[in-house]
């Protein structure tokens, strides 16, 4: 399904955040890319959105390479793509009902499915009593539930998350992994960076391991062993 093949990132000769990176993914399958911070786990995930383009090699989602889409084409692959982020990324001004809605907006969506869909989602991620609140008057947890519901609200092929629990509290961030858990048990493959090796060592999925842009590790069932 996704594939990245003898990627490199150069940005200067003493700056380089990927080196000769080739790994593939397939569908429904739970990866954890793990690495300290600067490793190279967020180039990765930019690249796959493609934000950030390689110096060398491809990047391929299901036999398409990503970075020779033109700019009207690339809409059509992001949509497969629901991103969580570490700062959760919400607009302050809209609730978690509306923001979760934008999402669906801004792929076309009728109001009639907006209304349908968006509690449910909302009732998938535990939120359904907090629609009308806005994100200052949620918890951390309660934000990032927010963002993965506006993340697959429009039912994704994938998804990625770039250190998804990386401010929250312990309670929180288990809620978060069960959470992200469940969305992958419903078929959807489920891309994440972390750095947190309990997180990692509890999971007991799949670990491609990055360390100074290199990848020297990729275990099936792995733990986080730098």
Do not use: C
């Not at 493609?50 to 889409?69: Q, Y």
Request: glycine share 6%.
């Amino acid at each position: 399904m996704i594939v990245f093949d003898h990627v490199s990132k150069v940005y200067s000769p003493t700056s380089i955040a990927l080196e000769d990176v080739t790994f593939s993914v397939e569908p429904k399958e739970f990866v954890s890319i793990v690495g300290q911070s600067g490793a190279g786990k967020s180039t990765l995930l930019k690249m796959l959105l493609a934000e950030d383009a390689p110096s060398e090699g491809r990047v391929l989602f299901e036999d398409i390479d990503i970075h020779a889409l033109s700019k009207t084409e690339l809409p059509t692959i992001r949509r497969r793509i629901g991103t969580i982020f570490q700062d959760f990324k919400l607009l302050p001004s809209k609730t978690a009902f509306e923001n979760v809605a934008f999402a669906m907006e801004a792929a076309g969506a009728s109001d009639e499915s907006i209304d349908t869909d968006v509690p449910q989602v909302l009732e998938l991620v535990g939120l359904i009593d907090k629609a009308h609140h806005f994100p200052h008057e949620l918890s951390g947890g309660e934000k990032q539930r927010t963002s993965i519901a506006r993340a697959i609200v429009n039912r994704p092929d994938v998804i990625i998350a770039d250190e998804p629990t990386g401010n929250l509290d312990p309670i929180n961030t288990w809620e978060i992994i069960e959470l992200l858990k469940k969305i992958n048990s419903f078929g959807t493959t489920v891309i994440m960076a972390t750095h947190n090796k309990d997180i990692i060592n509890a999971l007991e999925r799949r670990v491609i391991t990055i360390e100074h842009g290199k990848m020297i590790r990729d275990a099936k069932q792995g733990r986080y062993i730098l």
